[in-house]
């Protein structure tokens, strides 16, 4: 099936344990279905021209997707597609590490796959040669989430159901053991997870029905970037407000008497009971995020967001004692469920931003959702990006109906860029996510906009770099 050996066999220290695939909801009739092509796009849309996106950190943000597709030879055509998300340049090399895992998934049965999807999240990151790029860091992890992402897409789409209701259907035995427990099993054994996931049962249908009816409530970005002036600001602020929202976020970090000018327009124009986050997105030290997030208190912040660098477990909790009762938040950059353990485990933050597309997959989302839901702290998932709302509200659903079974200070960021690329866009009515209701992971982006914005020969870009010559 696969020239390429994992090390499983040699990582047999805290080998995680060994799935079931029986209980699977994935179950369909067994065919000889193979996948037979692994598809790649490095796709970039021009985002830094307007500002969308910009911050404190990230001035420019070209929002791009590492993109791909499993093609199979099943009779129904059925394919995977999953992205993760990149800022521009550097797409290519997101890109690269996606095709490096190739040799993994050509030939691999399309049933036992979607069976089990954890057994090809184990096989990516337990190859040996690859694994020296992170462990389970950075671009090669990041890879490994765009791959894991979709088989979760073809797993959900063969099921014809969405992935927040194929996981909030599938038996607890079954989702524990898509979970990998090495290196987090001093702080969730497998005994406590499936322990979670058969309470979470309880009373899971009732808060399906629910959601159906009354969607997942979110909250917006868009007035917030660090680029858009003052009246832009306060114009958005006010339409999110009349949107239905009941939180909005700022972006801060740069420089202080701006930030304070801006947060004193945003609370003016949303009023004293609507929440505001601001964003730092990891532009600060410790003692300045402390100073900085003082200094902006009297406008009633929600939360502090990558005040410091993510990798600094005990930053967080230092920044956390000295701010309160503004809550510390961080997430869209730990780089796996490690990190996320550890700052739990340190109570370091007040609310865990878990991201689609940053750490491994799915498999490795349910682990992050789990340690949240034993440790008691709000999963609030980081969207600011391309197709990154799409992928999280299944996770936020699913947790919702069949883990934390609360929504209760729980949002989902949005931002309204982009959607229009996907063929199962978002829907936000009155600030809050409808339920997605097609198969799959809504991660499928439109034919088109893959012919148009693939880097650098898609029709915008190659039009773009005409126009450019025509004016030198
Ligand atoms: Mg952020």
């Not at 420089?255 to 986050?277: H, K, Q, T």
Request: proline share 6%; aromatic share 8%.
């Amino acid at each position: 099936m696969t020239s390429v050996t994992p090390v499983k066999e040699a990582l047999s220290v805290n080998q995680a344990p060994v799935p079931e695939t029986a209980g699977s909801p994935t179950a369909v009739p067994t065919g000889s279905w193979r996948i037979t092509a692994v598809d790649t796009y490095d796709i970039r849309f021009p985002t830094s021209r307007e500002l969308d996106g910009s911050d404190a950190m990230n001035p420019d943000p070209d929002y791009s997707a590492a993109y791909v597709v499993l093609r199979t030879d099943a009779e129904d055509g059925a394919e995977g597609h999953g992205f993760t998300f990149t800022i521009g340049r550097g797409n290519d090399v997101q890109v690269a590490a996606i095709e490096a895992l190739r040799p993994h998934l050509v030939g691999r049965p399309v049933d036992t796959l979607c069976a089990d999807p954890g057994s090809v999240s184990r096989d990516l990151t337990g190859d040996s040669q690859l694994r020296w790029l992170g462990p389970e860091k950075g671009v090669m992890h990041m890879a490994i989430g765009a791959v894991v992402n979709a088989v979760w897409d073809l797993a959900a789409k063969r099921a014809r159901k969405p992935l927040w209701q194929l996981l909030a259907d599938a038996e607890p035995a079954w989702l524990a053991g898509q979970v990998d427990y090495r290196y987090i099993a001093d702080a969730l054994s497998p005994a406590e997870a499936l322990a979670l996931l058969e309470r979470g049962r309880e009373g899971a249908p009732q808060r399906a029905e629910l959601l159906r009816a009354t969607g997942y409530p979110g909250y917006t970005t868009s007035p917030g970037w660090l680029g858009y002036s003052d009246e832009k600001l306060t114009r958005l602020a006010r339409q999110a407000v009349a949107d239905g929202f009941r939180q909005i976020k700022l972006k801060v970090g740069a420089d202080l008497n701006d930030d304070i000018r801006r947060c004193r327009a945003a609370r003016a124009a949303v009023g004293p009971d609507v929440r505001i986050a601001i964003d730092a997105n990891q532009r600060w030290n410790v003692d300045e995020a402390i100073e900085w997030t003082r200094a902006l208190a009297e406008f009633d912040p929600y939360w502090i967001e990558e005040p410091t660098s993510p990798d600094d477990v005990l930053g967080h909790a230092a920044i956390r004692k000295a701010v309160t009762p503004v809550k510390v938040a961080t997430g869209e950059h730990v780089q796996n469920r490690i990190i996320f353990k550890q700052l739990l485990q340190a109570g370091a933050i007040d609310v865990l931003q878990l991201d689609a597309a940053r750490v491994g997959g799915v498999n490795e989302n349910l682990a992050i959702l789990l340690l949240a839901a034993k440790y008691g702290v709000p999963v609030c998932p980081h969207a600011g990006g391309v197709g990154l709302c799409e992928l999280v509200q299944h996770l936020s659903m699913f947790d919702y109906v069949a883990l934390s079974g609360t929504t209760e200070d729980r949002v989902i960021e949005y931002v309204d860029h982009l959607h229009q690329h996907f063929i199962d866009p978002v829907r936000i009515e009155q600030g809050r996510y409808a339920v997605p209701t097609a198969p799959g992971f809504s991660a499928q982006m439109r034919r088109e906009s893959i012919d148009a914005y693939r880097y650098p020969d898609g029709t915008f870009w190659a039009a773009d770099a005409a126009g450019k010559e025509a004016k030198a």
